[in-house]
């Protein structure tokens, strides 16, 4: 089972619509978990940590279920802006380094006119 | 500020050269990555730094050395190159991560094909 899943999408969307990522994780022990956003040909950037008791930021949402090993994304009033592929990252902890942070493949999305 | 660096940006190397990719960030933080992104394929740490003079093996190091001499700079070596190592390289830092929930910054990427 790989560390971390996603939808590898692509999610395609007109302005305005409500889309939502999801994430699941293998490793129970994980303590930290991120969403990063990363556009096409260009570096990865943080988006947002997420917290246990779930948090938002403008227009994204983020929630985390520790029980099910379940990370989700809600992106509302798309903007075309926001067309990327947005990465799941969770931290482990690993025999060999210590921690590592291990990346989903991302879920990429089309916010369409 | 300018972040994370890196260099080159592009480079097409020929089985069995060697090269170096160079990476420095002027944020003094303590730690930094290595990564390699292939097409359609989650990111996968090389080596990492947790200071100067301090280095570890990451997920996938076969193939690659690394040197932490300045808190600045963390040069990645690769030595009689090979096809399998044609990918998009990220550099990264962060302040601290004893527990890996610092945020990550990464540099621009060096895309390297190797024929």
């Known amino acids: 089972r790989k560390e971390v899943e996603q939808d590898p999408g692509p999610f395609n969307v007109p302005e305005g619509a409500t889309v939502a990522f999801n994430c699941t994780y293998s490793n129970s022990a994980s303590q930290s978990f991120f969403w990063y956003r990363q556009d096409c040909r260009k570096e990865p950037k943080l988006l947002m940590s997420?917290?246990?008791s779930g948090n938002e930021d403008g227009r994204f949402t983020a929630q985390l279920n520790r029980a099910s090993q379940y990370i989700s994304l809600l992106i509302r009033d798309s903007k075309l802006s926001d067309s990327a592929t947005y990465l799941c990252?969770?931290?482990?902890?690993?025999?060999?380094?210590?921690?590592?942070?291990?990346f989903g493949k991302g879920t990429s999305l089309l916010v369409t006119p | 500020n300018a972040g994370v660096t890196q260099t080159p940006k592009f480079r097409i190397l020929k089985i069995g050269q060697s090269m170096t990719l160079q990476c420095t960030q002027d944020?003094?933080?303590?730690?930094m990555y290595w990564y390699r992104q292939d097409p359609g394929m989650g990111l996968k740490l090389i080596y990492y730094s947790v200071g100067a003079g301090i280095t570890d093996k990451g997920e996938v190091p076969n193939g690659y050395n690394v040197s932490r001499s300045t808190t600045e700079d963390f040069p990645l070596r690769l030595e009689l190159a090979a096809p399998s190592q044609t990918s998009v390289y990220f550099c990264a830092s962060s302040y601290s991560s004893a527990s890996g929930d610092d945020e990550q910054f990464f540099g621009p990427g060096t895309r390297l094909t190797v024929l």
């Open positions: 944020m003094n933080h303590n730690y």
């Open positions: 990252v969770v931290n482990s902890v690993d025999s060999n380094s210590g921690y590592a942070l291990n």
């Open positions: 997420v917290y246990s």
